[in-house]
Nanobody, 119 residues
């Protein structure tokens, strides 16, 4: 079965950095667009970033543009999110998700990893 497992979350001070990883199994990773989403307490889940199946294209929410960098290693079936200059408003549970090609729907989701930024 398909599994997406996030790791790398934790507690960090404002201005600090974290690197999230999403390890995928049970799917042809290189065929999937991958994305990061987050959900803060009391708020709806929101899009953070996405990367095309080849890694050639990436997309960011305005709130993280210039601070976060998405990447993937298809040989390792793993996606990453490098988060720099973290702010308290980045505090959330971060989820990775997989979308087959450009179907427009994310079919698979991870269980999430908590990121907490102290001010």
């Amino acid at each position: 079965q398909v599994q997406l497992v996030e790791s790398g979350g934790g507690l960090v001070q404002a201005g600090g950095s974290l690197r999230l990883s999403c390890a995928a199994s049970g799917l042809t990773f290189s065929s999937y667009t991958m994305g990061w989403f987050r959900q803060a307490p009391g708020k709806e889940r929101e899009f953070v970033s996405a990367i095309s199946s080849s890694g050639g294209s990436s997309y960011y929410a305005d709130s993280v543009k210039g601070r976060f960098t998405i990447s993937r290693d298809n040989a390792k079936n793993t996606m990453y999110l490098q988060m720099n200059s973290l702010k308290s408003e980045d505090t959330a549970v971060y989820y990775c998700a997989a979308q087959y090609g450009l179907s427009g729907t994310y079919d698979y989701w991870g269980q999430g990893t908590q990121v907490a930024v102290s001010s």
